[in-house]
C-alpha cells in the first residue's frame, strides 16, 4: 500500500546536504581568478558545459596534442589536518605540467576536479586560488572544472582533487627519448621539497616520530618543518620550455613517484642505461632528515622520494655548458649528475659515503 505523503514536508537538495547556492556562489567569487589565467587561444570565461581552445591563436601550426590528469595524493591530508589549503592547487597544476613539458609540449590549458562532502566556500576558493596561481606560473589557462558536493562519501572537512591538462608540440619536435645516446651528461634540476610523492610515509613518520610540525625544522631554524613539507612543487614550464624549443635536450624525466630509480628509464631507448652518482649533488637537508628520522636505506630513499631533484635531462657533452647557464638564468639550480651508458634500459645510482647518509658506498639498480 502506498504510503499517505499529504501532510509531509516538501523534500529539498538542500534537506540531503547538496547547496545549489553556495556552489553558485562559488562560482562568481573564483571567476576574477580564472580570467587571470587567460592566454592567447583561451577566453578566460566558465559557466558553459565546456571550455574552448584555438591552437591555431595559441600560434601553433600543425601541433600534436599531449594530454595528462593526476592529483595531490595524501599531502592533501596534511593540508585539511592543518588548515594550509594555499598551496595545494599550486600541487596540482604542477603534477600535471611538469608531465607535458618533459614530452616537449607547452601546457595550454587545464581543468580541475574539487570533490568534497560538504561544500565549504572558503576552502574551496584557497584551493582554486592555488589552481590559478599554478596555471599563471605555467602560462596555463584554466577553462573550466567541476565542484562536486557528495554527502556521505566524504568524511567531514575531507576533500579530494583531480587536474586535467591538455598541452601542444609542433609535429616532429616532441620528446620521445629516440635522440639518448651512450656519452650524453645527465642534468638534475633541484627540487623545491618533497613536492607531492611519498606523503604517505611522511605521514606515517611524522604519527610515529611525534614531529612538532609548527616549530621550526631542525634541519632550517628559519622555516617551519610543516612549511618544508608543505612547499608547493616548483613548476618547471617556463625555464625549461625555451631550451626545450632549441633542440639542445634530448630527454627529460619528471621524477614524482618511484623516484629517481624508476623515472629516469621512462625517457630511455632500449640499449640506453643512465648512470647517476649521488654524491654529485648535496642531499638537501629534508631529505636528509627523513632518511635520518626512518632509517631509511638508500634505495628506499631514490625510488620514494626526489631525492632534491625535480627533473633529470639528457644533454649533449658539447651543450651542458650551455644548457646549464640558459638554466641557470632562468632561476634554475643545475647539477651535473652523471650520464648515458651502453647498456639493458634502466638506471643505477651510486652512493658515496657522506652525500646521502653516514653509511658506506652503496648502489641501486632499476632495469625497465
Known amino acids: 500500500m502506498a504510503s499517505d505523503n499529504s501532510n509531509s514536508s516538501p523534500y529539498t537538495y538542500a534537506q540531503a546536504g547538496v547547496s545549489i547556492d553556495a556552489g553558485n556562489a562559488l562560482v562568481k567569487a573564483i571567476g576574477p581568478l580564472v580570467k587571470a589565467t587567460r592566454r592567447p587561444g583561451a577566453d578566460g570565461e566558465i559557466g558553459g558545459f565546456g571550455g574552448f581552445f584555438d591552437p591555431k591563436a595559441a600560434g601553433y601550426k600543425d601541433p600534436l596534442l599531449v594530454a595528462g590528469n593526476d592529483g595531490v595524493g595524501t599531502k592533501l591530508k596534511l593540508a585539511i589536518d592543518h588548515n594550509r ?18 614530452q616537449g609540449a607547452e601546457p595550454l590549458f587545464f581543468l580541475d576536479y574539487f570533490a568534497t562532502g560538504k561544500l565549504d566556500n572558503g576552502v574551496a576558493e584557497q584551493v582554486i586560488a592555488g589552481i590559478a596561481t599554478g596555471c599563471s606560473t605555467a602560462n ?3 577553462i573550466g572544472g567541476e565542484t562536486a558536493e557528495m554527502p556521505g562519501m566524504y ?17 616532429g619536435e616532441q620528446l ?3 635522440k639518448v645516446a ?14 607531492s610523492n611519498g606523503f604517505s610515509l611522511v605521514r606515517r613518520l611524522a604519527t610515529d616520530k611525534n614531529w612538532a610540525l609548527n616549530e621550526p625544522a631542525p ?10 613539507l608543505m612547499e608547493p612543487t616548483r613548476i618547471y614550464v617556463r625555464s625549461l620550455l625555451p631550451t626545450i624549443r632549441s633542440g639542445k635536450i634530448a630527454a627529460l624525466a619528471h621524477i614524482t613517484g618511484g623516484g629517481l630509480l624508476e623515472n629516469i628509464p621512462r625517457v630511455l631507448p632500449d640499449g640506453a642505461h643512465a648512470v647517476v652518482d649521488a654524491g654529485s649533488w648535496d642531499q638537501p637537508g629534508l631529505m636528509a632528515f627523513l632518511q635520518d628520522q626512518g632509517n631509511i636505506a ?7 622520494f626526489n631525492c632534491g631533484l625535480g627533473m633529470v635531462l639528457a644533454v649533449d657533452a658539447d651543450d651542458v655548458a650551455a644548457v646549464t647557464a640558459e638554466l641557470e638564468t632562468a632561476g634554475e639550480t643545475v647539477f651535473s649528475i652523471g650520464r648515458i651508458e651502453e647498456g639493458t634500459r634502466g638506471c643505477t645510482v651510486k652512493g658515496t659515503a657522506g652525500s646521502w647518509s653516514a653509511m658506506t658506498d652503496w648502489e641501486a639498480r632499476h632495469d625497465a
Not at 91 to 100: F, G, S, Y
Not at 182 to 195: D, N, Y
Not at 219 to 227: K, V
Not at 298 to 304: D, F, G, S, V
Open 298 to 304: 638508500p634505495e628506499e630513499m631514490a625510488r620514494t
Open 155 to 171: 568524511a567531514a572537512g575531507d576533500y579530494d582533487l583531480a587536474g586535467f591538462c591538455v598541452g601542444a608540440v609542433e609535429r
Open 85 to 102: 589549503h594555499d598551496g595545494v592547487g599550486i600541487d596540482l597544476v604542477a603534477m600535471c605540467v611538469n608531465d607535458l613539458i618533459v
Open 219 to 228: 634541519f632550517d631554524n628559519s622555516r617551519g618543518l610543516l612549511d618544508t
Open 182 to 195: 651512450p656519452g650524453q651528461i645527465l642534468l638534475g634540476i633541484a627540487s623545491s621539497g618533497v613536492h
Open 176 to 178: 620521445t627519448g629516440d
Open 140 to 142: 596555463c589557462a584554466l
